[in-house]
């Protein structure tokens, strides 16, 4: 079974400040998943990754395959980017199954 | 553009009771999941379908049961709720080497 670590657990930013995640996982996998969760909402998808690096607006989601170990960046933060950031893997296989992680809860104050 | 809908979106039972969780996709999706999720874990998967008429285990399935009623539809029920089933229920779709599984709003399921 993959296991999946996330760091921190808990974040506490100022707006504008510049965001780091963390996600470790222990074995191979054919992509990894970063998704977001709003305090009492459903979880979308912000990212699917299997090398390299992606950008949507102000989130920038990198993998590292040898190191398996991925990071979501948040720059300029905004209170609206206050949610449970959670890392998912998926380890290949027949059956697109996902391992994840506890989540981080980010909190960005005004 | 619905998505993943889920019923109902709040539940509370009383220990011994009997629900059904409802799940609907319209992307026309093989793969349905039904997860759980409690403070301080990740989400664990209870069961899943791969595709229309075939359903197997996931990490937590003891206390439920699912029916995979046809494609667009993954049903999830408690027989006999306990105390320990208390936690938000998802129903997600898809999922492919090339695209992400999509999630429902969840279901908060209380049982007293």
């Known amino acids: 079974k993959n296991e999946v670590e996330q760091s921190p657990q808990n974040l506490t930013a100022q707006e504008g400040e510049f965001i780091t995640i963390n996600c470790s996982y222990s074995?191979?996998?054919?992509?990894l998943h970063w998704l977001q969760q709003h305090p009492g909402g459903g979880i979308v998808s912000l990212f699917m990754l299997s090398s390299g690096k992606k950008k949507h607006g102000r989130l920038i989601a990198t993998i590292n395959i040898q190191e398996k170990h991925s990071s979501l960046h948040i720059t300029a933060s905004h209170p609206r980017d206050s949610a449970v950031y959670i890392c998912a893997v998926n380890s290949g296989g027949s059956n697109y199954k996902l391992t994840f992680g506890k989540g981080t809860l980010l909190t960005v104050n005004p | 553009n619905a998505g993943v809908t889920q019923t109902p979106k709040f539940q509370v039972l009383k220990t011994g009771q009997s629900m059904t969780l409802q799940c609907a996709q319209d992307m026309n999706h093989n793969s349905m999941y039904w997860y759980r999720q409690d403070p301080g874990m990740g989400l664990r998967l209870i069961y899943y379908s791969a595709s229309e008429g075939t359903t197997d285990k996931g990490e937590v399935p003891n206390g439920y049961n699912v029916s995979r009623l046809n494609k667009r539809e993954f049903s999830l029920r408690l027989e006999s709720a306990a105390p320990s089933q208390t936690s938000v229920y998802f129903c997600a779709s898809g999922g492919t080497v090339e695209q992400p599984q999509h999630f429902g709003d969840g279901t908060r399921l209380s049982i007293l």
């Open positions: 074995v191979g996998i054919s992509a």
